[in-house]
């Protein structure tokens, strides 16, 4: 007689997370590490050290030495009691307001007539357009310093006449013209390259329903151009609020004020006072100022594209 006996209940098995698992999780920071690093150190860590010295002001106490004390926003409060830099705010949104949309409209002319140009012709004008942007900063300034120059401009030699340039009343517009001139062929290629990467079929879909080349224009690629445009619109944007090396190098040239852009006038400041955490305050609220009309534009652009 065979006897039945039961079975002994097997044991669960001991579960464990393959050790590949948490390995490929872990793989994604070991790539982002570097970058991870190089932008705590070279912006995170800068911009916390720039909003804790804002927070120190200088003071005097008898005859001896001015000491850096806290004086927490003791800086953001004279900065807004600035008038210079209020006015330099001021002048920079003027600045951007006329420049910009202008600066835009020009490459985004030239990149169209690129773009219905091929050949070798459509190659030596990329080019040219854009050999204003590999000129330092520095250089240009001296450069278009001398085409101001009063007396020496090859302007007034030819019209015949004496005019000032760098006069209080133009020197913001002939600023406006060096930025113009340097970055006009740079947005130009960043146009042009979104317009190469527009599908053929599109132009050869609308040639079939009778559009003409104005009507491709009009309803294609200028609508295919709008992110575009609106990258290079913030970043037209960051750099106007960065503006110094214009006019710094044409100071000695004619009658620049200090508070022409913001950039300028915090340098100067903390240049004669050596004070640093007024400096730093002025620098945190150009930063705000600078993400705020990005923001504002990003808005505007964003309502403009819904409707």
Same mark, same amino acid.
């Given at each position: 007689?065979?006897?039945?006996?039961?079975?002994?209940?097997?044991?669960?098995?001991?579960?464990?997370?393959?050790?590949?698992?948490r390995?490929?999780?872990?793989t994604?920071?070991?790539?982002?590490?570097?970058?991870?690093?190089?932008?705590?150190?070279?912006?995170?860590?800068p911009?916390?050290?720039?909003?804790?010295?804002?927070?120190?002001?200088?003071?005097?106490?008898?005859?001896?030495?001015?000491?850096?004390?806290?004086?927490?926003?003791?800086?953001?409060?004279r900065?807004?009691?600035?008038?210079?830099?209020l006015?330099?705010?001021?002048?920079?949104? $003027?600045?951007?307001? =006329?420049q910009? &949309? *202008?600066?835009?409209?020009?490459? +985004?002319a030239? #990149?169209?007539?690129?773009?219905?140009?091929?050949?070798?012709?459509?190659?030596?004008f990329?080019?040219?357009?854009?050999l204003?942007?590999?000129?330092?900063?520095?250089?240009?300034?001296?450069?278009?310093?001398?085409?101001?120059?009063k007396?020496?401009?090859?302007?007034?030699?030819?019209?015949?006449?004496?005019?000032d340039f760098?006069?209080?009343?133009?020197?913001?517009?002939?600023?406006?013209?060096?930025?113009?001139?340097?970055?006009?062929?740079?947005?130009?290629?960043?146009?042009?390259?979104?317009?190469?990467?527009?599908?053929?079929?599109?132009?050869?879909?609308?040639?079939?329903?009778?559009?003409?080349n104005?009507? $491709?224009?009009?309803? =294609?690629?200028? &609508? *295919?151009?709008?992110?575009?445009? +609106?990258?290079? #619109?913030?970043?037209?944007?960051?750099?106007?609020?960065?503006?110094?090396?214009?006019?710094?190098?044409?100071?000695?040239?004619?009658y620049?004020?200090?508070?022409?852009?913001?950039?300028?006038?915090?340098?100067?400041?903390?240049?004669?006072?050596?004070?640093?955490?007024?400096?730093?305050?002025?620098?945190?609220?150009?930063?705000?100022?600078?993400?705020?009309?990005?923001?504002?534009?990003?808005?505007?652009?964003?309502?403009?594209?819904?409707?």
């Open positions: 007689m065979t006897v039945l006996t039961k079975a002994p209940a097997a044991e669960a098995p001991n579960i464990r997370r393959p050790q590949h698992r390995a490929g999780r872990a994604p920071w070991f790539f982002l590490a570097p970058f991870l690093l190089a932008f705590t150190a070279f912006f995170v860590a911009v916390g050290y720039a909003v804790y010295l804002s927070l120190f002001v200088k003071k005097r106490s008898g005859i001896g030495p001015a000491r850096e004390v806290f004086g927490g926003l003791s800086n953001y409060v900065a807004f009691q600035d008038s210079d830099f006015q330099s705010l001021l002048n920079i949104l $003027l600045f951007g307001v =006329v910009i &949309p *202008l600066m835009l409209v020009i490459a +985004t030239l #990149a169209l007539v690129l773009d219905a140009t091929k050949g070798s012709t459509s190659r030596f990329r080019t040219a357009f854009y204003p942007y590999t000129v330092p900063s520095v250089i240009a300034g001296l450069l278009w310093g001398y085409l101001y120059s007396n020496l401009s090859p302007f007034n030699q030819i019209a015949g006449t004496k005019t760098l006069a209080s009343q133009l020197v913001l517009f002939s600023i406006g013209n060096i930025v113009t001139w340097t970055w006009t062929g740079y947005n130009m290629i960043t146009l042009y390259a979104a317009l190469q990467n527009v599908p053929t079929d599109i132009y050869e879909a609308g040639r079939i329903d009778g559009a003409s104005w009507q $491709l224009t009009r309803y =294609v690629k200028l &609508p *295919l151009l709008r992110p575009t445009l +609106t990258l290079t #619109a913030i970043f037209s944007i960051i750099g106007t609020m960065q503006i110094f090396s214009e006019p710094f190098v044409l100071r000695p040239l004619g620049v004020p200090d508070n022409i852009t913001p950039n300028t006038y915090l340098y100067l400041t903390v240049a004669r006072d050596a004070n640093f955490g007024y400096g730093a305050a002025l620098a945190v609220l150009l930063a705000l100022f600078t993400l705020l009309m990005s923001g504002f534009f990003l808005r505007f652009a964003a309502n403009e594209g819904d409707s």
